[in-house]
């Protein structure tokens, strides 16, 4: 599904990744950890596409293509989602507006009528209740007022909705209550498939008991230094970060 | 909203220029350049007109002779040569009294690339139509229908001839020809426009509507428009305006004028798309108009407008509360681009007791362009209970546009109650990048975007023209943001 090789990428010529490497395949799910400024977030960005970051060397390759050139809402017709960390406000565009447009961008670009009016309804009915979400949320304006947690729950409802092939979640689980975060774990849970596969970005252990990944990774000043099994994430609980970073 | 689909957007995104600017080839009879009292005569002589007419032409001459072009607005535009333009452009074959189906060929496919075929808005049996073309209305749809209700809806040359004491009553009661430079310019010289009579208790049972247009070079437009609603009675009016591109400036100094009486309601909107200049700021339309209504007891005035054309706007549709009761509202969303300056707001003069007004007012700037918003909200002394509810947001795109706001509140009586609240801000990186993520291109991003802040305003629209907005929203704004 995804392999990203030697990945290196700059902010304002200050280098933030330095050659990550990394293979998740269809029906996998990678659990990304680490301290602050390791550089997790901007992985998230330069694989979504994000223009402030400079791609200087490596590739990112999906489903055998390179994505790596593409604009990013060519790599999201491609089937990468982001789940943002903090989601942006839209005034007067309503959360069903919002989808409706993103549904039917990425329709278009693959060559597709407009999703009907009635199926698009029966969609967001099925979604909203998987995710628990109260029909009157369905017609505020996107983010404007929303609590954490309420952004956080709008994000993974469009990502039911666009069903992407590569979804990324970074620190969903931020802002979350214990309510929430089950809630929305288990909407991801719900939507994993074999043939799609997920990126936790976390900095807790928290959110993987409910969200079991296949592998972990550390990522520490750039690049991954660590990976293994769901058992690192305790032992990263456990010890904290600071002898990662003597590895 | 439906038949508009993303398709039809996208390729006209891809026409980049601006999309009205044809120049319809109809051979027009036009007046000498230059104003003078004779140019005065021979417009009121042209138009048949009675002596009353001609001579209120020429008081209003006369007094703007003594008058000096307003420079307090904030705008920066070299001043017209009002000797170098003509006052009087008529297209030649048209024929007012004609049907439709005598009106010229070539006229009714400019009609057509205006996107306004008279053919198609016949069948919705919607909307009556009276079009000027430069100085003269061309041709008015549904006569006959209004007429069975007792509606007078015409070209105001026609009023003139057919309803004198109608128009004699009321033409000058709400802008005087003293108001200022551009309306007293206005009266002198004014070609043709609509006029239009509800009468007492009938709802008018379509929306009326008149489309502008400025095809001669070197002309000017100066078209009136006088609308009476008579005690009880109800009409929702539009008004679209378009011209061809020109690399030199047009002035278009339009007057209207409504009258609400006891318990009557006015919905005025507007759609004004003039040429706005090209990308370096040659050419484009001067667009000094104004706009008042007033409004007699328990009646109410409406007005809305979508400002997207011009290269200079000077515009501030206003209401006079004079009844009790009455309510005045003002609903405007102006965008400019590239060099576009657009000085535009509103004055809710609050004379009456309990009078209400509300005044929406959404910017949005880009390019090198000046928007600013002036408004005046004035409570007399004897206007008890007056309330006022004012916002005025503005959003930016880039770094080198401008957005003003100059609020002026005079409140003479201390049980009023004024608000007015204002926002200002820019379109983000953020904002875009995150809808670039969910599958929508920048363009299409800054449409939501823009869409959504402007939502307010284009829901107080007639379902036709707020698609019609919509577009022209998107295509002003077209490669507005790098």
Redesign the interface.
């Known amino acids: 599904m995804l392999k990203i090789e030697n990945l290196q990428a700059q902010i304002e010529d200050k280098e933030i990744l330095k050659g990550l490497n990394i293979e998740v395949k269809a029906g996998e799910v990678h659990a990304i950890m680490g301290p602050n400024g390791a550089g997790k977030s901007t992985m998230a960005s330069v694989i979504?596409?994000?223009?402030?970051y400079e791609v200087t060397g490596g590739t990112i390759e999906l489903n055998g293509e390179d994505i790596s050139e593409l604009?990013?809402?060519e790599r999201?017709?491609a089937g990468?989602?982001?789940s943002?960390q903090y989601?942006?406000?839209?005034?007067?565009?309503t959360v069903t507006?919002?989808i409706k447009?993103?549904?039917?961008?990425?329709r278009?670009?693959q060559g597709l009528e407009?999703m009907p009016a009635k199926d698009l309804l029966k969609k967001i009915r099925e979604k909203s209740q998987l995710l628990e979400i109260d029909r009157k949320f369905l017609s505020r304006?996107l983010n404007e007022g929303f609590s954490g947690g309420e952004k956080k729950r709008n994000e993974i409802f469009?990502m039911a909705m666009?069903e992407p092939k590569l979804a990324i979640l970074d620190e969903t689980d931020s802002g979350l209550d214990i309510d929430a975060l089950r809630i929305v774990a288990n909407g991801v849970n719900k939507l994993k498939s074999k043939d799609n596969a997920v990126i936790v970005i976390t900095h807790y252990q928290r959110l993987l008991d409910y969200i079991v990944p296949d592998f972990v990774h550390v990522l520490h000043d750039g690049k991954i230094v660590k990976s293994g099994t769901k058992e690192l994430a305790l032992e990263l609980e456990e010890k904290g970060y600071d002898w990662i970073k003597e590895l | 909203m439906s038949k508009y689909?993303?398709d039809d957007l996208k390729k006209e995104l891809e026409t980049q220029e601006y999309e009205y600017g044809f120049y319809t080839d109809i051979e027009s009879d036009t007046f000498p350049k230059g104003l003078n009292e004779d140019i005065v005569r021979a417009i009121s002589k042209k138009k048949n007109e009675p002596e009353w007419m001609t001579e209120w032409r020429l008081d209003a001459f006369r007094i703007w002779e003594q008058m000096e072009e307003p420079e307090w607005a904030n705008v920066n535009y070299e001043k017209p040569d009002f000797q170098a333009i003509s006052y009087y452009s008529a297209p030649k074959k048209a024929d007012p009294n004609k049907s439709l189906d005598d009106v010229d060929p070539e006229l009714l496919e400019m009609y057509k690339k205006l996107g306004i075929s008279v053919d198609e808005q016949k069948k919705l049996q919607g909307v009556a139509v009276d079009i000027v073309v430069d100085s003269v209305s061309v041709a008015t749809t549904f006569k006959k229908t209004l007429a069975e209700k007792g509606i007078i809806f015409m070209p105001i040359s026609e009023a003139i001839q057919e309803h004198p004491e109608l128009v004699k009553k009321y033409m000058g009661t709400v802008v005087p020809k003293t108001d200022n430079f551009y309306a007293a310019l206005n009266s002198a010289v004014f070609t043709d426009g609509s006029f239009c009579y509800i009468p007492k208790g009938v709802k008018c049972p379509m929306e009326l509507s008149t489309y502008f247009r400025i095809n001669e070079g070197g002309t000017g437009q100066f078209e009136r428009t006088l609308l009476i609603a008579d005690e009880s009675s109800y009409v929702s009016y539009l008004e679209g305006c378009t011209a061809p591109a020109r690399d030199e400036n047009q002035l278009h100094a339009a007057v209207v004028e409504l009258i609400a009486m006891d318990a009557a309601e006015i919905k005025y909107s507007t759609v004004q798309n003039w040429f706005p200049g090209d990308k370096e700021g040659q050419g484009g339309v001067y667009n000094f108009v104004t706009k008042r209504g007033i409004c007699e007891t328990n009646a109410k005035i409406s007005w809305t407008q979508v400002e997207t054309g011009s290269a200079v706007t000077w515009k501030y549709p206003s209401c006079i509360l004079k009844g009790n009761n009455s309510v005045g509202e003002f609903y405007s969303i102006a965008v400019t681009n590239n060099f576009q300056q657009a000085d535009t707001g509103t004055k809710m003069i609050h004379l009456g007791k309990n009078t209400k007004s509300t005044i929406i007012s959404k910017g949005i700037s880009a390019g090198k362009s000046q928007n600013s918003y002036r408004g005046l909200v004035q409570i007399n002394a004897r206007a008890e209970n007056a309330r006022n509810f004012s916002q005025c947001d503005s959003l930016l795109m880039g770094d080198q546009c401008g957005a003003h706001t100059f609020p002026y509140i005079e409140a003479k009586n201390t049980t009023a109650q004024i608000e007015h609240e204002a926002t200002t801000s820019k379109i983000?990186?953020?904002?875009l990048?995150?809808?670039?993520?969910?599958?929508?291109?920048t363009e299409?991003a800054i449409a939501?975007?823009v869409?959504?802040?402007?939502?307010?305003v284009l829901n107080k629209l007639p379902m036709e023209f707020a698609v019609e907005a919509q577009k022209l929203l998107e295509i002003s704004l077209e490669g507005s943001v790098g």
């Open positions: 979504a596409g994000k223009e402030e604009a990013p809402e999201a017709h990468v989602f982001l943002f989601p942006v406000e839209i005034p007067g565009v507006n919002f447009s993103s549904i039917n961008e990425s278009k670009a407009e304006s469009q666009l | 689909t993303e983000g990186e953020d904002q990048f995150y809808c670039n993520q969910r599958g929508i291109d299409k939501l975007i869409n959504g802040f402007s939502k307010d």
